[in-house]
């Protein structure tokens, strides 16, 4: 469990810029972490660094999901107005997608 924990934590911290991967990786590297203790209230280096690596990403995808949603209010009025102008600049008709 501890190996699985710091093999899941590293992936996920090191595909950040994706958005899904961090979130199940680091979702499970916690998990892995906190299961790996089995009856005893210690957990080894290698499951906390695997706790962190996961906590970590998570906390990025996190972050830049809540950043994304801010600037699109900011900036746009809402998200589907920057998913609009960002169409437009494409050329693409957005009415025509939906």
Partial sequence: ???ASLAFGFFGLSLFCLVYPPLVCGSLA???ALLSR???NTMTPRARTGL????FALGIVLLM???TLVF???YYGGLDNMMREFYNGL???YDMLL
């Fill in 65 to 67: 999901l809540v950043y």
């Fill in 30 to 32: 916690i998990m892995f």
């Fill in 91 to 93: 050329g693409i008709d």
């Fill in 38 to 40: 089995g009856g005893t």
């Fill in 52 to 55: 962190l690596l996961g906590s």
């Fill in 72 to 74: 699109a209010e900011t």
């Fill in 1 to 3: 469990m501890e190996q």
